[in-house]
């Protein structure tokens, strides 16, 4: 009986270089995340804006009306004291979590009812300058245009 013996697991080599090709493309991924910022920022506040107007529709179907703008987004996470004042309110509210994300440069979004361009309501983020207008990651993001 010849036995041949083959080697079991890797060499530290192969452990080397495949560490090595790990973190070589983990640094690559993180120039190209910590390149653009302002862009992830944007993405997340119309991620954002998008489940706050999800919210907003789910409220409309199960109590015929829309929060008004005086209630604003509260009404998604705790139940109205001010007219209308819905019946059959949720025990946990419309959102994840029980306060309003403020939007990644930390500012409250803006609600309106009705919208800007006539829809029944709009949900705005006024980017990184938190003022109306700008350009860039300054530029306003509005559920109108999602």
Request: net charge negative.
């Amino acid at each position: 009986m010849n036995r041949t013996s083959s080697p079991s697991g890797f060499t530290l080599i192969e452990v080397l270089v495949v560490i090595v090709i790990i973190t070589l493309l983990s640094s690559i991924v993180a120039v190209n995340l910590f390149d653009k910022p302002g862009e992830a920022r944007q993405s997340a506040a119309r991620l954002q804006i998008k489940n706050l107007q999800t919210a907003v529709q789910l409220y409309r179907t199960r109590h015929g009306t829309i929060p008004t703008m005086e209630q604003g987004l509260q009404a998604l996470v705790e139940r109205p004291t001010r007219p209308p004042i819905p019946e059959n309110y949720p025990p946990n509210g419309y959102l994840d979590s029980r306060q309003v994300p403020l939007d990644p440069w930390g500012n409250e979004y803006i609600y309106l009812v009705p919208g800007r361009s006539g829809e029944p309501f709009e949900i705005i983020s006024y980017g990184s300058d938190g003022e109306p207008g700008g350009t860039g990651e300054a530029e306003d993001i509005s559920s109108s245009f999602l």
